[in-house]
């Protein structure tokens, strides 16, 4: 398909759309908007998904495979998700303006080799701006091998972009993920945070951050006894907080 907003669905703000089996999206296109679904009402994912392929095709686009957007805007993710090679400006796979998405418990979660930018970018697997986005407890997530490539010197994020607040409660890895600006590696390989970050795992779950996170304006919390290692760019935190309120559960790689 190509469409403007929404390669293969766009759903409206009254919309709810579920889906009880596994559902594939693979090499949709749109202009603007969500290269396989623009959602502004809920939709259900509950018996596992796959975007592979999905690219929106503007300078000025956000979401490769979803971009999820208002106040009313919900994705919830039950089974196994991947998203693979999914491409656009912004937001390489997922865009969330004022929405929530959640992974529920015991999901299991794939993002990998999903790009973001042109002349700007941010969030290679995803972008958070001003909603909430949770892994909810036993879920297991790898973010990996995504990456923002900009002209300018704005990119960040090579994982994720947060400007909202980001609940991890699952166990997670973040790999080989990159942010550059004319071929040149710039912070927040792995996250780039503008707000909040809870991370709230327990025994026997674990986080890691090869590349570590790139902080600006934001809070981080660490709780629980779940360990949480952070690689070798560590934080690089400017005016902000960062709360680590358990010190068996912070390695400094």
Known sequence: AGNQDGGAIKNNVTGIIKFNDLAIFKNNSAF????????????EFNGGVKFIGNILNSEEAMGGAIRNKGNNASLQF?????????????????????????FAENSINIF?????GVEY??????????????FEGNSN???IG?????TSSYASGGGCYNSGTM??????????????????LLDGQDIHNEKTINFEFGNNQIGILDSGIYQTRGTINKTGSGVLVIGDKTINSYGNTSYFNQNNGLTMA
């Not at 603007?32 to 939709?43: K, R, T």
């Not at 409660?169 to 993920?177: A, P, Q, T, V, Y």
């Open 32 to 43: 603007e908007s969500g290269g396989a679904i623009m959602n502004y009402g809920q939709v």
């Open 112 to 116: 990998a080799n999903n790009i973001a």
């Open 146 to 150: 995504n990456k923002v490539h900009s």
């Open 167 to 184: 609940n991890f409660k699952g166990s997670f890895l973040f790999s080989d993920n990159s942010s550059m600006h004319n071929n040149r």
């Open 121 to 134: 970018g941010s969030g290679g697997a995803l972008s958070n701006f001003r909603g909430t986005l949770t």
């Open 141 to 143: 997530t790898i973010v």
């Open 78 to 102: 039950k089974g196994t998700s991947i998203f693979t090679n999914n491409r656009s400006t912004d937001s390489g796979a997922i865009e969330s303006n004022d929405g929530t998405i959640t």
